[in-house]
């Protein structure tokens, strides 16, 4: 899990990142803030804030 110091909405961005089995190398990711979901993907779309711009 990832906090990101970015903001939308009065709300920090939570980068949540997983293992898979269907991609061992770049795993699942759900950026999000609050209870919004901004962005789904590998392990980078939670690392990374871009979604929120």
Known sequence: MKIHSDMKDDKHAVGL????TWD???GA?????GFEVLDTGNQDHAYFAYALN
């Open 17 to 20: 990142y997983f293992d898979s």
């Open 29 to 33: 990711g759900v950026l999000m803030a």
């Open 24 to 26: 061992p190398e770049h």
